[in-house]
């Protein structure tokens, strides 16, 4: 980690530590976004590439990565291929539900046309809480994630919100990374809700 990032990071959680309304973190660079999940609570990064669907499926298509499962869902269905999960519909909005819901989601998030060519637009992308992104998508490469610090994160959309000629745009994922507590962590979470259980059961 260079030392400019590691320095963002943690100017970044120092200004969310002091501003408790913002819970919701956006990230452009998937290389912060991950090391801002590792310093927020050991979050261990979990990566669902695609590259094991290929063709038409329809809704409710459900896969695994790193213990949380997403199911993938849109308007005319969904379409596989070149390691890319998309709709089968042109500007048809894609979104992925995971459980258990999770504090970190990102992906990267562009459009192709109906070969997977990469075609330059402006993409959208938003959680259910209303937080959202929206900008120019060229390639591969394009990452857009959210971290929370408060509420966890249950489902996730991608569409394509402009370019031309209409009809020929379809919402496409690459990778989709989720951040989830590193083992140790899990298990502490784990016993602490047992001990505010019973605590709470004694009152």
């Not at 290389?31 to 094991?52: H, I, K, M, P, R």
């Amino acid at each position: 980690m260079s030392i400019k990032i590691a320095f963002s990071v943690v100017a970044m959680a120092a200004v969310m530590t002091q501003a408790a309304s913002a819970a919701m973190v956006t990230f452009t660079n998937n290389t912060l976004w991950t090391n801002f999940a590792a310093a927020q609570g050991n979050s261990a990064v979990a990566t669902e590439t695609f590259d094991s669907y290929n063709g038409f499926y329809l809704n409710g298509l459900t896969g695994n990565a790193g213990g949380i499962q997403w199911t993938a869902s849109a308007p005319g269905e969904l379409y596989a291929g070149s390691g890319f999960m998309s709709t089968n519909s042109p500007e048809a909005l894609l979104t992925f539900t995971m459980s258990p819901s999770v504090q970190g989601v990102g992906g990267n998030f562009f459009s192709t046309d109906a070969n997977f060519n990469i075609i330059p637009a402006i993409i959208g992308v938003q959680l259910a809480d209303g937080s959202a992104y929206v900008g120019n998508a060229t390639s591969l490469s394009d990452f857009v994630g959210f971290y929370s610090t408060g509420a966890s994160i249950s489902t996730i959309s991608i569409t394509v919100v402009g370019n031309l000629p209409a009809g020929t745009n379809f919402a496409t994922v690459n990778n989709l990374y989720f951040a989830v507590p590193a083992p140790g962590a899990a298990a502490l979470i784990g016993l602490a809700g047992l001990i505010g259980g019973s605590r709470k059961r004694r009152s």
